[in-house]
């Protein structure tokens, strides 16, 4: 009889815990899906690490669900290219549009006046800034 409420509370804490780290690291992106999506054309693409290390600008273009990148300016414009998964506020970034891939690394961007600014996320935790300024 003790060993079966044992086991039970046991579940109970485990459950407890992987709901709790899972909400932590950012599994439960909750942003939902929406009308909104981040506009097709040509940026500049900025991470800036941790807030203090700025990386050279890049050019991007957005084409439907698409964001393809150069090596900072130089290179072919399509030398990377990731998913974007459209949210309320802007969108998703990732290498693919499922949710394990949005777990591994993604940038949550949200609309700004000029562009969208968002965090880049690598195993959940928050590692650096990105900006994706509009280009005429």
Known sequence: MQTARLSTAVKTIVAGLLITAGLAT???LGSGQAH???DDGRYKYQLVMYGVIPYPESNARVIGNRLFQDIYGVGPWNATNSHITQTRNGGIVSI???PVAHWYSRIELRKTPHGYK???F???VPTGDVYLRKVR
């Open 96 to 98: 693919a549009g499922d």
């Open 36 to 38: 909104a999506k981040i």
């Open 122 to 124: 690598a195993g959940g």
């Open 26 to 28: 950012g599994l439960g």
């Open 118 to 120: 968002g965090v880049l």
